[in-house]
């Protein structure tokens, strides 16, 4: 049975008799994008994919959140790909949220289940298969590393979120808690991807407002967020793209916890293109 704690993307259509009225919302700072937008039309196909189809929610776009593009990936049984990235330079996350799947990365084998996380830097030969009689879901999450001259570029890391406790934000009492899978002050790595739980009643108790780009996507419970200057209700399967500096906090409703897999852009100087 699949963990309620990893939102699964249902298949097919919505009917014919469905109200056209939803949540999605696309704005100057942010972008809402809410689980009844995922149907079977919206999918794309990527070279060297087989049995294989994506959705793309959040891709670089000037003038609005550039860092990162972020993909639901469903490979049925027997598809996969031996050349899954096409382009040089590109480092990537992936986060396994139903189903299994046989991962290789520089010709080691990993069999990543359900909370299973796999970090790939820039350059890694790597390939996906599934094996099973399932389909499987993840998370792809990309971004161009950026290299620093005296930095060694990130090793690959295959892991599971079973293997990492929550560290609760100072002053919370566990209301407000982040699962990190890499050293926050391991300076090589130029993106984080976490989890991020609030317990019933937490709360971002002000208005976030900073440089790093974001992408959230609701794996379990709902809560209201602060996007800018609007609150909107979100809930599992709904995903949230954040522009520089929009301000954000949230009050998680419970009766469950709320949780996101975030990503964020760190660790890095600002580029200063057409300063002088």
Request: proline share 8%; hydrophobic share 40%; net charge negative.
């Amino acid at each position: 049975m699949a963990d309620n704690r990893y939102h699964r993307l249902p298949a097919g259509l919505p009917p014919q008799t469905r109200l056209l009225t939803d949540r999605a919302v696309f704005t100057e700072a942010y972008a809402v994008i809410p689980k009844g937008s995922f149907s079977d039309i919206v999918t794309s196909y990527l070279p060297f994919w087989d049995k294989a189809r994506f959705w793309v929610i959040a891709r670089p776009l000037s003038g609005f959140a550039e860092t990162f593009s972020h993909y639901i990936a469903e490979v049925e049984p027997g598809g996969g790909s031996d050349r899954p990235e096409t382009e040089d330079g590109i480092e990537a996350v992936l986060f396994v949220t139903s189903g299994a799947v046989a991962l290789t990365v520089e010709g080691e084998h990993h069999a990543m289940t359900e909370g299973g996380y796999a970090y790939l830097p820039p350059g890694a030969d790597w390939s996906l298969k599934n094996h099973t009689s399932c389909p499987v879901q993840f998370h792809w999450i990309r971004k161009r590393y950026q290299p620093v001259a005296g930095l060694d570029r990130p090793a690959p890391l295959v892991t599971n979120e079973s293997l990492h406790a929550p560290v609760d934000m100072p002053d919370t009492m566990g209301a407000w808690a982040t699962t990190r899978f890499v050293d926050p002050a391991d300076m090589r790595h130029d993106m984080h991807v976490n989890i991020v739980t609030f317990q019933p009643g937490g709360v971002i108790p002000f208005a976030e407002t900073h440089v790093m780009e974001h992408g959230l996507y609701v794996l379990q419970g709902k809560a209201v967020y602060r996007l800018n200057q609007d609150w909107v209700e979100v809930e599992a399967g709904d995903y949230m793209w954040l522009r520089a500096f929009c301000p954000q906090a949230c009050y998680a409703g419970g009766p469950g916890p709320f949780r996101y897999l975030l990503y964020k852009d760190v660790n890095r100087h600002m580029p200063m293109m057409g300063s002088g």
